[in-house]
């Protein structure tokens, strides 16, 4: 037994001397820094940030630009083909009318007054007159004088090039908007309370695997010196047995209470080195971390500064499970307000700029052309099934809920603080007697020795003092973690462990 733990020793002897020596502050900090459930939490509180800016960016207008081409195969025709080739074809009919008619009209002079018809086509104006009509001149221009009216009709749209500035102005939206923003503003009060609750979580975690380290410590010295007394007892009462002082039997049960102290101390060695191990995933070093505690190698557990009484009302502010609870009733009181304004009227002013090429305001011609327009748009919501109204009713009712929740959950924390303080007491008092227990096993111990060394006092005497001041000096150190640990729980039942985001 004593050559494995020699062995154990001298593997881990290379690793304490470069070990690494963290103050309880020291592994605090390391664990907020590395911690992967405060790192999600502080994410958590940015992406409530992010929110809250995106909720604030509905009060301001809503600008955007659109812009689109579109290929179209046809044109658009305003007259349909008879028509069109009317127009086309104008002169003509008009020519063919105006020699109709003038021919009419000819015959009928003729028929009245012979004289007059005769001196009439004898005229050199009338003759070049019907000379322009008979020639098609005036039906060509008449023609084409119809040909671009016609073209007209025909609107060229098959390259369009449409674009848009559109702009929106929220006026009222029924309290929603309002509404919304400061429900993101709780909302990222309530992602930092539920940091605040996993960072003093993680304050609790850490402060127990250190304590926990720290009393392993001091039960590994108490065991070397447990060891060491009784192995040197071992060879008193082999001295003793060979002067015929002592019996074989003194002999044997102080061996065997030697070999009890061995496995004692390889126990504590293990335990020491699973309870750094844990520590060291706490605060993010490798498993395999060398370190050492300041509080280690003390005599003795020192005793946390003691604070003064909190008022439960100021602990119902400080805890963030309250305070979460609290900010979750009014989270949800403002839900109330938005599946309100699902009822209201909404008003927005709305403004347009519009530009296109073809040209829609000037004939579909290619060139750009624009117009501005602006409005208020207005909608008043009238019926669907009463689904605002029962939304409503479920905000008032999760309302109701989270402030239940709250209620119950001050009772709670009063229950626990009064436990953890009438707890405090004890430990105390405890420590007090631990102490006072020490010293008399101590004083016990010493005279025990000093009789056995004199062959004036039996081994069963000795070892019964030995265990007595081993128990002891146990129990002071678990009254000492336990006053540690009962402060660090009684920090975050009252609150006391805030961050500093």
Request: hydrophobic residues 40%.
């Amino acid at each position: 037994m004593k050559r494995i733990t020699l062995l154990f020793l001298s593997a881990i002897l290379p690793l304490g001397m470069n070990a690494q020596t963290l103050t309880l502050e020291d592994c605090r900090q390391m664990a907020i820094e590395s911690n992967k459930d405060l790192i999600q939490s502080r994410t958590k509180v940015e992406m409530a940030g992010y929110d809250r800016k995106i909720a604030l960016a509905n009060y301001f207008p809503n600008i955007s630009a659109t812009g689109a081409y579109t290929y179209n195969s046809q044109e658009i025709a305003l007259v349909d083909k008879e028509t069109s080739a009317t127009m086309q074809n104008l002169g003509t009919a008009f020519s063919q009318s105006l020699s109709g008619s003038l021919q009419e009209m000819i015959g009928t002079i003729m028929a009245t007054d012979p004289a007059y018809a005769q001196k009439l086509m004898t005229d050199p104006m009338f003759q070049m007159a019907m000379k322009k009509v008979q020639s098609g001149e005036i039906a060509g221009s008449i023609n084409q004088i119809g040909s671009e009216i016609e073209s007209h009709m025909h609107l060229d749209i098959e390259n369009m090039f449409v674009g848009a500035v559109s702009l929106q102005q929220p006026v009222f939206m029924g309290g929603k908007i309002v509404a919304a923003n400061r429900i993101a503003k709780l909302a990222e009060e309530l992602a930092q309370s539920q940091y605040d609750q996993q960072y003093q979580q993680t304050i609790v975690d850490v402060d127990q695997a250190y304590w926990q380290i720290v009393s392993v410590a001091a039960k590994k010295e108490l065991a070397e010196s447990y060891a060491d007394l009784l192995h040197k007892m071992e060879k008193d009462v082999e001295i003793s047995i060979a002067e015929g002082i002592a019996t074989e039997s003194d002999g044997l049960q102080i061996k065997v209470k030697a070999n009890e102290a061995d496995m004692m101390k390889t126990k504590a060695i293990n335990g020491l080195s699973l309870a750094k191990m844990l520590l060291c995933k706490q605060i993010g070093l490798p498993l395999d971390s060398a370190i050492i505690l300041a509080d280690e190698g003390l005599d003795s557990v020192r005793i946390p500064a003691l604070l003064e009484e909190k008022d439960m009302e100021q602990i119902f502010l400080d805890r963030p499970e309250t305070r979460s609870l609290e900010l979750a009733s009014q989270i949800y009181e403002n839900k109330v307000n938005v599946a309100r304004a699902d009822m209201l009227p909404k008003i927005a002013l709305t403004a347009n700029y519009l530009v296109s090429n073809s040209n829609p305001y000037n004939g579909f011609s290619k060139e750009w052309g624009g117009m501005f327009n602006a409005g208020v748009m207005v909608s008043v919501p009238i019926f669907h099934g009463f689904e605002a109204l029962q939304k409503t009713r479920k905000a008032k009712a999760e309302a109701t809920l989270y402030k239940a929740q709250y209620d119950n959950a001050k009772d709670l924390i009063s229950l626990q603080v009064s436990q953890l303080r009438k707890q405090q007491t004890e430990a105390l008092e405890k420590l007090q007697m631990a102490e006072n227990n020490l010293s008399s096993a101590e004083e016990n111990l010493r005279k025990a020795t000093i009789g056995f060394e004199e062959g004036v006092t039996d081994a069963n005497v000795a070892l019964a003092a030995q265990t007595a001041w081993l128990q002891a000096h146990s129990e002071y150190i678990d009254a000492g973690i336990e006053l540690q640990m009962n402060f660090s729980e009684l920090q975050k039942a009252e609150g006391n462990n805030k961050s500093n985001r």
